[in-house]
């Protein structure tokens, strides 16, 4: 049993899957779950992601739950350099 199996989409997304079976192959056919897939804006620009699954969310920077940020919408104001990294729903 593989603990996390992580997944870096083409579209810069990230998703981690716990707890898999080894020696199967699992597809994942899903369309890009967060918009815009490759998110920019400039040093303490802000950015807006929209989750575009159903359900409970969770984002996370780097691995990292951000406390309270359980909505379907997230946005980062005042950008920092030293905060760049992979977001994820899930």
């Given at each position: 049993?593989?603990?996390?199996?992580?997944?870096?989409?083409?579209?810069g997304n990230v998703q981690e899957?716990?707890?898999?079976?080894?020696?199967?192959?699992?597809?994942d056919h899903r369309?890009?779950?967060i918009q815009p897939p490759r998110p920019s804006a400039s040093l303490g620009g802000a950015?807006?992601?929209?989750?575009?699954?159903?359900?409970t969310y969770q984002w996370q920077f780097n691995g990292v739950d951000l406390a309270g940020e359980t909505k379907r919408t997230l946005t980062l104001t005042n950008l920092q350099a030293v905060?760049?990294?992979?977001?994820?729903?899930?």
């Open positions: 049993m593989a603990e996390v199996v992580r997944v870096e989409w083409p579209s899957l716990s707890d898999q079976a080894v020696d199967r192959i699992t597809e369309p890009d779950r950015v807006t992601l929209n989750g575009l699954g159903t359900g905060q760049q990294g992979a977001i994820v729903s899930s």
